[in-house]
């Protein structure tokens, strides 16, 4: 078997989808443990494996992570996520696919890599005083937007 780097090449961005769970006015947030973002809150979500749909990589991540079940309706959009080192260069390069879901059931609870799993009022992220990884307040809005639309 070849001996496979630490991290993989930042020539190429690793695929991976964020789940942007929404129930009542309120999205799922983690804290994160580690890189990107290690100690800012975002949203669960984790590398796609091989052969696997986004929309069942998204739900497996958000189980994974915050034990938490949801519905996967539609992708949203992606944003990129950067890996530096301390001097600034890219250590990893990440696409994160936001995979908007409906909440079916589960109280969050931390586990995998998430330190802390909450729910926070949408309308409060701009004005909060969390540390929250870049776009999470825009994708979360973004999500709330698609499910009242979507909604009869």
Known sequence: MLNQPEFPSPERPIAATIAVVIR???VLLVR???PPDAGRWGFPGGKIEPGEP?????VREL???TGVSAEALRVATAV????????GSVRRHFVLIAVVCRWT??????????????????RDLD??????????A???????????????
């Open 54 to 58: 986004l929309a069942q990589a998204a």
């Open 127 to 136: 004005t909060s005083e969390l540390a929250l990884s870049l776009d999470v």
């Open 24 to 26: 009542e006015a309120q």
């Open 105 to 122: 059931h589960g109280e969050p609870v931390a586990a995998d890599d998430a330190l802390d799993a909450r729910w926070f009022p949408i």
């Open 63 to 65: 189980m994974e992570e």
């Open 32 to 34: 994160r443990a580690n």
């Open 138 to 152: 825009e994708v979360a809005r973004q999500a709330a937007d698609l499910l009242t639309e979507a909604q009869p």
């Open 80 to 87: 990129d996520a950067f890996d530096r080192d301390t001097d």
